[in-house]
């Protein structure tokens, strides 16, 4: 088996919250984004889709199992259930770049649905805490899951979460918690 490039989760690992989301292969390759950074999913609901045993097996998603997924109803809920977690909101009309956004381990970093962001109350509430990816060229906004790629790497990059990396020496994983 080929070696891979790992390196030791972090003590306090982020938590990537999707708002609603609607469409199943977005979720799936956040769920394997969580799973290769060992960062917590948060499903905020309602859902564009089901996420049963059956539902992912027949999407062919086989890493589900090493995600930690926590489904919420709403949004709410999972701000009341996780008050030690800061909130940074990533929206396509954030007026601030990700770049300037303050990232600590353990921050709740919010993305919302596809079709139309975060609900308005919700970035009313972090309007101080709302961020957006620059963009060259005038596309609307940038697929969900390579803004949750594009922020989480960079947040670990930013708190030391890819130092120490290495090969592992037998194609195994060592470093998962």
């Known amino acids: ?47 564009g889709f089901r996420i049963d045993d059956k539902s992912v097996r027949r999407a062919g998603v086989d890493y589900w199992h090493l995600v930690r997924l926590h489904v919420h109803p709403d949004f709410e809920t999972f701000a009341t259930q996780h008050a030690d977690s800061r909130v940074r909101l990533f929206s396509a009309n954030g007026t601030r770049s990700y770049l300037d956004a303050d990232l600590a381990p353990g921050d709740a970093l919010v993305f919302g649905k596809e079709s139309a962001g975060l609900p308005r ?48 020496p037998d194609g195994g994983v060592d470093f998962v918690r």
């Open 121 to 168: 109350e919700i970035l009313d509430r972090y309007q101080r805490d709302t961020y957006g990816i620059p963009t060259a060229g005038p596309v609307r906004s940038l697929n969900l899951s390579t803004a949750a790629a594009i922020v989480l790497y960079d947040a670990l990059r930013r708190v030391g979460g890819l130092d120490g990396a290495a090969l592992d």
């Open 1 to 47: 088996m080929p070696r891979k490039l790992r390196v030791p989760p972090l003590d306090r690992p982020f938590r990537i919250v999707l708002v609603e989301p609607e469409i199943p292969p977005n979720t799936g390759n956040i769920a394997r984004l969580c799973a290769a950074t060992q960062s917590d999913l948060h499903l905020c609901g309602p859902l």
